[in-house]
């Protein structure tokens, strides 16, 4: 353990709450690591993962097994119509780390192109593809990678947010790929809706002119969905928010399984899958659709459906987004912005580092999670899709109190 910290030791957990080993009921408004989106203590997924254990518990890549092959079928079901394929990982830094791997292989090129407030994982290829402070430290990482200052509005005195930027700047990856020598670039990367990096939400017509550019100069388009997919933004996936925008590739993890088990995937457009009728996908993970990560995933898929977290994601955060400007309104010199998304949302702050360590302290002592950003002073709000408004209701007050008593 790092020297000076202090994790919070977990003890299991129920619903949109986790418990310590002093027996102090946590209020998770971060869905721990945003993959916890069917909440804590979900009992049917913890017995699908001892069912499957009892009768099968071990594979191997290139064997298949009916538990596999349905979990495949249904992800497809999931997807716009053309899907075909899923390729498994252990996780959605692997799935990103693998889509670059099958778009070298069908491109031929070896560029990728992807923006500066992103976050594609902690292995070191996905971490090529990543703009944040995470990358730095690493460097010199893969090359033939572009990172662009996207969804950034010159005209505004801040960060682009653009759901209430009137001026609509124009994305700035057509330019990259325009300027680009011919078939320099394999894919863009991009996180339809930008989560860890302040819930960056983009006009309405920016995934589309992207879409159009990938198009016109035969560049593949992925679209990660490791952190908004299955319900975070009222959508299975969140370029669904964006009308007609079908990408190549969707990167998952985390949600797929809620948490469970370890467990990713590349869903593959048939139009890229064709390529390997013939040609042999020199991508291999031992553990590639390891049962007991399918039975979680089998399983989690059900529950989002039987439950139609979907849906209720999308009303409870209608409710969260009216909340939000409420708290806004109370504390206009220190709330910059709020804006959210289904059950995703950013608190913007105007405060120095010593006072959001001070609000981080508040959270602590009232046992509330939630994703703070000191790079940018921000709070993220991811919590569980299930939580009860009364709930969440409670969080939102206990950010209200620790705002007036750290910032006022």
Same mark, same amino acid.
């Given at each position: 353990?790092?020297?000076?910290?202090?994790?919070?030791?977990?003890?299991?957990?129920?619903?949109?709450?986790?418990?310590?080993?002093?027996?102090?009921?946590?209020?998770?408004? /971060?869905?721990?690591?945003?993959?916890?989106?069917?909440?804590?203590?979900?009992?049917?997924?913890?017995?699908?993962?001892?069912?499957?254990?009892?009768?099968?518990?071990?594979?191997?890549?290139?064997?298949?097994?009916?538990?596999?092959?349905?979990?495949?079928?249904?992800?497809?079901?999931?997807?716009?119509?053309?899907?075909?394929?899923?390729?498994?990982?252990?996780?959605?830094?692997?799935?990103?780390?693998? =889509?670059?791997?099958?778009?070298?292989?069908?491109?031929? #090129?070896?560029?990728?192109?992807? #923006?500066?407030?992103?976050?594609? /994982? =902690?292995?070191?290829?996905?971490?090529?593809?990543?703009?944040?402070?995470?990358?730095?430290?690493?460097?010199?990482?893969?090359?033939?990678?572009?990172?662009?200052?996207?969804?950034?509005c010159k005209a505004c005195p801040a960060e682009l947010r653009s759901e209430h930027?009137?001026?609509?700047?124009?994305?700035?990856?057509?330019?990259?790929?325009?300027?680009?020598?011919?078939?320099s670039y394999a894919a863009v990367f991009l996180e339809a809706v930008a989560g860890?990096?302040?819930?960056? @939400?983009?006009?309405?017509?920016?995934?589309?002119?992207?879409?159009?550019?990938?198009?016109?100069?035969?560049?593949? %388009?992925?679209?990660?969905?490791?952190?908004?997919?299955?319900?975070? $933004?009222?959508? $299975?996936f969140a370029f669904e928010n964006f009308d007609g925008v079908v990408p190549d590739? @969707?990167?998952? /993890?985390?949600?797929?399984?809620?948490?469970?088990?370890?467990?990713? =995937?590349?869903?593959?457009?048939?139009?890229?899958?064709?390529?390997?009728?013939?040609?042999?996908?020199?991508?291999?993970? $031992?553990?590639? =659709?390891?049962?007991? /990560?399918?039975?979680?995933?089998?399983?989690?898929?059900? *529950?989002?459906?039987?439950?139609?977290?979907?849906?209720?994601?999308?009303?409870?955060?209608?409710?969260?987004?009216?909340?939000?400007?409420?708290?806004?309104?109370?504390?206009?010199?220190?709330?910059?912005?709020?804006?959210?998304?289904?059950?995703?949302?950013?608190?913007?702050?105007?405060?120095?580092?010593?006072?959001?360590?001070? %609000?981080?302290?508040?959270?602590?002592?009232?046992?509330?999670?939630?994703?703070?950003?000191?790079?940018?002073?921000?709070?993220?709000?991811?919590?569980?899709?299930?939580?009860?408004? $009364?709930?969440?209701?409670?969080? *939102?007050?206990?950010?209200?109190?620790?705002?007036?008593?750290?910032?006022?």
């Amino acid at each position: 353990m790092q020297q000076g910290q202090k994790p919070i030791q977990i003890n299991g957990g129920k619903g949109a709450h986790f418990f310590d080993d002093s027996e102090n009921s946590w209020l998770d408004l /971060g869905a721990l690591s945003y993959q916890c989106n069917l909440g804590h203590g979900r009992d049917e997924i913890a017995a699908a993962i001892c069912k499957q254990a009892q009768k099968q518990c071990i594979t191997a890549p290139n064997f298949s097994y009916p538990e596999k092959e349905a979990l495949a079928r249904k992800l497809l079901t999931l997807c716009p119509p053309g899907f075909s394929k899923v390729f498994f990982t252990l996780g959605g830094a692997e799935a990103n780390e693998n =889509a670059m791997k099958i778009a070298k292989l069908v491109t031929g #090129r070896h560029g990728f192109v992807s #923006r500066i407030r992103s976050y594609h /994982g =902690a292995s070191l290829g996905a971490l090529s593809l990543t703009g944040d402070y995470r990358r730095a430290p690493f460097e010199p990482l893969l090359q033939g990678v572009t990172h662009v200052l996207d969804t950034e509005c010159k005209a505004c005195p801040a960060e682009l947010r653009s759901e209430h930027c009137t001026h609509r700047p124009l994305s700035q990856i057509p330019a990259v790929l325009e300027a680009a020598k011919p078939q320099s670039y394999a894919a863009v990367f991009l996180e339809a809706v930008a989560g860890s990096n302040g819930v960056i @939400i983009p006009p309405p017509d920016y995934l589309k002119s992207i879409r159009e550019a990938c198009d016109t100069h035969q560049v593949l %388009l992925v679209f990660d969905e490791v952190l908004t997919g299955f319900g975070r $933004t009222g959508k $299975t996936f969140a370029f669904e928010n964006f009308d007609g925008v079908v990408p190549d590739m @969707i990167t998952i /993890g985390k949600a797929l399984t809620g948490g469970y088990a370890p467990l990713g =995937a590349v869903l593959v457009h048939d139009k890229l899958a064709r390529h390997f009728d013939q040609q042999a996908l020199l991508c291999g993970l $031992t553990h590639y =659709a390891h049962p007991l /990560g399918v039975a979680a995933g089998l399983c989690a898929l059900n *529950l989002y459906e039987q439950e139609a977290l979907n849906a209720r994601a999308h009303k409870t955060g209608q409710w969260l987004k009216k909340q939000l400007q409420l708290i806004q309104e109370k504390f206009p010199k220190r709330i910059i912005q709020t804006r959210s998304i289904g059950l995703l949302a950013a608190i913007d702050l105007d405060c120095t580092q010593e006072q959001l360590s001070a %609000l981080k302290i508040c959270f602590l002592k009232k046992h509330v999670h939630l994703h703070m950003r000191f790079d940018s002073p921000r709070l993220i709000l991811a919590p569980p899709l299930g939580i009860e408004q $009364t709930e969440l209701k409670e969080g *939102l007050d206990i950010i209200e109190q620790a705002i007036r008593e750290v910032l006022s």
